[in-house]
């Protein structure tokens, strides 16, 4: 009996902590938020090597210097660094750029980012967080993950395969002496 209540608890953290991960990693997008993983040390102390930001999408128009954002730098490469400057274009006014710079950087960066380029600004962070999240998104570490979700279920529903028909007898039993009866007397009776 003690031995069942100390394994519903582990496994009842088991599997919050399975939801709690679920929800910083994609859950989070479920209310518009995108998730990505800092790589490098370019935007030290704000962001550290390896954590997790979470970045909310924002009108380019109300961009200001000293903002940090998140962008396109090419078809593969995202990157999180801070507005240096908003330089308007000199034909178009509908056209903005940003010139920007990652606070842990001696220059700014060369090209200027186009206002679609930016995907939103950094609302929060999780330290380490996103080390795990890189594992879990490449292989081998997602079929890791597959592997231990499937554990997880089969720890979960294991003690309720091998106890469900324990429990059913006690009851039998208590019942049959209950009544005065044995149950091979029902059988001869019937």
């Not at 999240?133 to 997880?152: C, F, R």
């Amino acid at each position: 009996m003690r031995i069942s209540k100390i394994w519903n608890g582990f496994t009842s953290i088991l599997v919050a902590l399975v939801v709690i991960l679920a929800v910083l990693l994609a859950g989070v997008r479920l209310v518009g938020l995108q998730v990505f993983t800092v790589l490098s040390g370019s935007m030290e102390p704000t962001y550290h090597t390896g954590s997790l930001i979470y970045v909310q999408d924002v009108d380019p128009y109300k961009i200001e210097a000293g903002q940090v954002i998140t962008f396109m730098l090419d078809e593969d490469t995202v990157a999180t660094h801070r507005v240096v400057e908003v330089v308007p274009d000199e034909n178009d006014p509908t056209v903005v750029r940003f010139r920007t710079k990652g606070d842990a950087n001696d220059a700014e960066d060369g090209s200027l980012v186009h206002y679609k380029n930016v995907i939103g600004s950094p609302i929060f962070s999780i330290p380490q967080l996103g080390y795990l999240a890189n594992y879990i998104q490449n292989p081998p570490g997602t079929y890791i993950a597959i592997s231990v979700g499937a554990i997880l279920l089969l720890l979960i529903m294991l003690p309720e395969l091998f106890s469900g028909d324990d429990e059913d007898k006690p009851k039998k039993r208590r019942k049959d002496e209950e009544g005065g009866r044995k149950p091979a007397e029902d059988a001869a009776e019937n």
